[in-house]
């Protein structure tokens, strides 16, 4: 009856031996049960518990949060720490012009040239035979994006308001509604009415735009053929860059 009896108790305690295991909590929140053999300063050496004859596999001691060994201790690793996140470099090439659609709002300065026939007719009939045909534009352009397709091309709505000729003491307000496409790289075409002193138009634009420490430099060229002439107008504006 006693052999017995020990044979019992011998065979109850393997079996706890069997079941009892470690279990080793990575960072990443993942858990594995282990027989733990040996911890060095740089890794963690274990078997799985469901293949003790198995190989001895080591994973590094950063990447793991906790050990709960089988006799109920623990040791925490990395207590103060924690992982890491990694960010792969922007290209060297890239621009945000190329990643994102840009939007170009804001101000706008730049020269009108006008041809003189042009500048004939309006000193004949508005400006008392005073204008000469290089005037300077301020103002401001407002747009809206319509759409943008996965390649960033855009479709624009724009209102340019703008007033010219002050450095002649005139005030010439004209005002451009343009509908357009802009491309990733900020490269644009629009077209739309244009209203002016001397009448109303059809304005042809075209422009692009160069991005430099944060802020866009859009740089506009536009032209308004008219019975006196072309109008040709260079703008050039900034903005800090907004989506």
């Known amino acids: 009856m006693k052999p017995l009896i020990a044979f019992a108790f011998l065979f109850l305690i393997s079996g706890f031996s069997a079941y009892a295991q ?6 990443n929140g993942e858990e594995l049960n282990a027989k733990v053999l040996e ?3 740089e890794v963690v050496k274990y ?9 001895l596999i080591s994973i590094l001691k950063s990447e793991v949060f906790m050990i709960k060994f089988a006799n109920g201790t623990k040791e925490v690793f ?6 890491t996140p990694t960010y792969a470099p922007a290209p060297s090439n890239y621009s945000p012009e190329v990643q994102e659609a840009i939007k170009l709002s804001g101000p706008r300065m730049g020269v009108t040239l006008l041809p003189n026939s042009y500048v ?9 035979q005073t204008l000469r045909p290089f005037i300077t534009q301020f103002g401001w352009q407002f747009e809206t994006r319509i759409f943008t397709v996965g390649s960033g091309l855009s479709g624009l709505g724009e209102i340019v308001p703008l007033i010219g000729g002050l450095e002649q003491g005139k005030f010439l307000p004209s005002v451009s509604a343009l509908v357009g496409l802009r491309g990733a790289k900020g ?4 077209v739309g009415p ?7 138009g059809l304005v042809f634009a075209l422009g692009t735009n160069f991005y430099s420490g944060g802020v866009n430099f859009p740089v506009n060229l536009a032209v308004v053929p008219s019975d006196y002439g ?6 050039i504006g900034f903005n800090a860059r907004t989506h």
């Open 187 to 190: 490269f644009e075409f629009g």
């Open 194 to 200: 244009n209203l002016w002193l001397g009448g109303a």
């Open 39 to 41: 911890i060095t300063t």
């Open 47 to 55: 078997k799985r518990s469901d293949n003790p004859d198995g190989p």
């Open 78 to 83: 990395g207590l103060n720490s924690a992982p």
């Open 22 to 27: 470690d279990v080793i909590m990575k960072k």
């Open 230 to 235: 072309a109008r040709i107008s260079l703008l």
């Open 120 to 128: 004939a007719y309006l000193n004949r009939n508005f400006l008392n």
